[in-house]
């Protein structure tokens, strides 16, 4: 099995910072891409940014220029650094990771507990 673990949520008001970590373990044998998403009261949840092994990384648009996705690939871990945060980026916020656990090919995804991100405005 595969346990993802995310810490860094918390409480911030408009304009301030907050990190994020998430750290995978378990079975693993390689992870290809690692990616944060967040859902919000009545919504669907929805891709914030996401990383590949390569350094390759994507963002929604809402938060391009704000945030930034990272990873440390030796420790399976991948970071979301969130700067200028406003009332609208409130949400749970989940990891997900995309993992091979052996050597078929096969690639299954994991998602974390989930960390509640509240910005007051």
């Known amino acids: 099995q595969v346990q993802l673990v995310e810490s860094g949520g918390g409480s911030v008001q408009a304009g301030g910072s907050l990190r994020l970590s998430c750290a995978a373990s378990g079975s693993i044998i390689s992870i290809t891409a690692m990616g944060w998403y967040r859902q919000a009261p009545g919504k669907q949840r929805e891709l914030v940014a996401r990383i590949t092994s390569g350094g390759s990384s994507n963002y929604a648009d809402s938060v391009k220029g704000r945030f930034t996705i990272s990873r440390d690939n030796a420790k399976n871990t991948v970071y979301l650094q969130m700067n200028s945060l406003k009332p609208e980026d409130t949400a749970v916020y989940y990891c997900?990771?995309?993992?091979?656990?052996?050597?078929?090919?096969?690639?299954?995804?994991?998602w974390g507990q989930g960390t509640q991100v509240t910005v007051s405005s």
């Open positions: 997900n990771a995309a993992v091979r656990r052996d050597y078929s090919g096969t690639t299954y995804s994991y």
